[in-house]
């Protein structure tokens, strides 16, 4: 594979744009930047909580590919092209089943539930709340601009994912989730 980047630093960036793999460039703080911005700070906290994982745990299967898909998400929107779209309803039914797959494990959900209960579901709630505001802004740069639809169903049901997971791993090592409790009931 021949190298991509020789040197890192630019200075084209200096001038408060950045560039765009069609050669475009944009202000830094244009919808399209925010939204990539977004996801890859979604993709660092999910690396973040890859980390923490126990060597051979069951989601260390779930979460690295998720960490691909959100790469190519960032791909799609370095594009400018309307129809360089990579992620497809496969990738939405792969989420659907994981989450099928790992909620039927959990019981019902009878109160609301709070980041915390260990390190490594509090770790996933953050990326889950991560990928909400991502989702906010895709859906925001949706009203001006193409997006994949496929795009916007992935990021919603990866937020529920990621909140299945969290779930899960609050319960690992006879641990629990942390339920709410209103202020005049504490």
């Known amino acids: 594979?021949?190298?991509?980047?020789?040197?890192?630093?630019?200075?084209?960036?200096?001038?408060?744009?950045?560039?765009?793999?069609?050669?475009?460039?944009?202000?830094?703080y244009h919808p399209r930047i925010e939204a990539l911005g977004d996801i890859d700070e979604l993709n660092s906290s999910l690396g973040v909580l890859i980390a923490d994982l126990a060597p051979g745990d069951a989601l260390s299967d779930i979460l690295p590919p998720l960490q691909h898909d959100l790469?190519?998400?960032g791909g799609e929107l370095a594009m400018v092209e309307a129809q360089y779209w990579v992620l497809d309803a496969?990738?939405?039914?792969?989420?659907?089943?994981?989450?099928?797959?790992?909620?039927?494990?959990?019981?019902a959900l009878r109160e609301f539930i709070l980041p915390g209960g260990n390190r490594p579901s509090a770790l996933c709630q953050q990326s889950r709340s991560?990928?909400?505001?991502?989702?906010r802004r895709l859906v925001e740069l949706a009203q001006t601009e193409a997006v994949n639809?496929?795009?916007?169903?992935?990021i919603n049901r990866l937020s529920d994912l990621l909140f299945v997971c969290a779930?899960?791993?609050a319960r690992r090592d006879g641990g629990q989730e942390v339920y709410w409790q209103a202020r005049n009931k504490r």
């Open 149 to 154: 639809p496929h795009a916007l169903g992935y």
């Open 71 to 73: 790469f190519d998400l």
């Open 1 to 28: 594979m021949p190298d991509r980047l020789n040197r890192i630093y630019t200075r084209s960036g200096d001038n408060g744009t950045t560039g765009l793999a069609d050669g475009s460039r944009v202000e830094k």
């Open 130 to 135: 991560l990928c909400r505001r991502a989702e």
């Open 167 to 169: 779930r899960v791993l």
């Open 90 to 107: 496969a990738a939405i039914s792969t989420l659907e089943q994981q989450l099928d797959r790992l909620n039927a494990g959990l019981p």
